[in-house]
């Protein structure tokens, strides 16, 4: 009897001192379900009033990765149907991150392999992010018709010079020295070694303090961190550091070399809509006071993008049919226009994200 088939969707339990948030859908890279959000939710309210808690440990089942993401097949779905999934599962989302991002006690992630969208969101807010030379981090919404979300505008935004703008637009993968550049991740463990450290923090006790446990991890860490985008940040800043989305392709088109071209004809396959609506989430988010401010700026956005065009056809595209030939509306940057944007940064549903 295959046992694991009977297992749930999410894990949550105590081992030792530490409680343990387990992805596991594996077969689907552990894409975050409405379910699983609202478990990770009652997890936390346990963990936190457990005395015997020490510290939160957030990982991924199988081999693939932590999370490639929400669980974007229903959210399309929804859509079809005129739905309301994406209104529901992005209010749970948005205020469980801003919740790991205040919790607490120390809250551990281990951003093994693919780590991507709401992935990001679960476990780039937490105070000891570890990633390894297997990791791959990226938010790829801009090619979904949508825009970096779960609080992305908000790390983007803060990263070194331009570096966001050009990974946020782009939807390319950091390595784990490139996510400890842009501010994702905290140190790099190599892979062999996680469950080492695993067994480590689960030995710490429940009095485990934030200084305690960085110790640990600093214990497992290889100290390679060298960033190669970092060797490029004055390229991507003078390319990224504009305003407009026309000026930033213009920007690329006048360099001509092989990495502004590569480059270019990356944006060019996004679509045209969420491009400009991320450069605009990302300049506002860059002027923010706090994550929470962030989050509701982006669930205004989002309720937009679940009731557009674009974001059905990127999703047919790119998951659905796979045939990775979006037909975008509008097709041109040029043709995205003040008012094809205003939904998207109107006041409809500011009131409905609580945060604890």
């Not at 992010?129 to 090619?143: F, H, K, N, S």
Request: net charge neutral.
């Amino acid at each position: 009897m295959n046992v694991a088939a009977h297992e749930p969707d999410l894990i949550a339990r105590r081992e030792g001192s530490a409680g343990i948030v387990r992805l596991n859908r594996p077969k689907a890279i552990n894409a975050v379900t409405l379910d699983m959000f609202r478990g990770i939710h009652r997890a936390l309210d346990q963990f936190e009033a457990d005395p015997a808690v020490g510290l939160i440990l957030l990982e991924g089942a199988g081999e693939r990765g932590l999370c490639a993401g929400g669980d974007i097949r229903s959210l399309w779905e929804s859509a079809n149907a005129g739905g309301d999934l994406g209104k529901v599962m992005w209010r749970e989302e948005y205020t469980l991150n801003a919740r790991i991002a205040k919790f607490p006690k120390p809250y551990v992630a281990f951003m093994d392999g693919i780590v991507m969208g709401g992935g990001v969101g679960l476990s780039a807010h937490g105070a000891h992010r570890v990633v390894t030379e297997r990791t791959r981090l990226a938010m790829p919404e801009a090619g979904l018709g949508f825009f970096p979300d779960v609080g992305g505008t908000w790390l983007l935004s803060h990263a070194p010079g331009e570096i966001g703008t050009c990974f946020g637009l782009t939807g390319q993968n950091m390595n784990g020295a490139d996510a400890i550049y842009a501010g994702f991740a905290d140190v790099i463990v190599p892979s062999r070694k996680l469950a080492v450290l695993r067994e480590a923090l689960i030995d710490l006790g429940a009095r485990a303090d934030s200084a305690r446990v960085r110790a640990v991890i600093a214990g497992f860490a290889n100290g390679d961190a060298d960033s190669s985008v970092a060797a490029i940040r004055p390229r991507i800043d003078a390319w990224f550091a504009h305003g407009r989305m026309d000026d930033i392709l213009t920007a690329l088109q006048r360099d001509g070399s092989e990495l502004a071209r590569s480059i270019l004809k990356i944006l060019n396959e996004k679509s045209p809509r969420g491009l400009v609506v991320t450069l605009k989430l990302l300049r506002l988010a860059r002027a923010s006071a706090t994550l929470e401010e962030c989050l509701a700026r982006e669930y205004r956005a989002a309720l937009a993008v679940f009731a557009s065009d674009d974001f059905r056809e990127g999703v047919r595209a790119a998951i659905i049919d796979k045939d990775r030939n979006p037909k975008w509306s509008p097709s041109a940057i040029e043709d995205v226009t003040p008012e094809i944007i205003a939904p998207y940064f109107a006041n409809a549903g500011a009131d409905e994200l609580v945060f604890k």
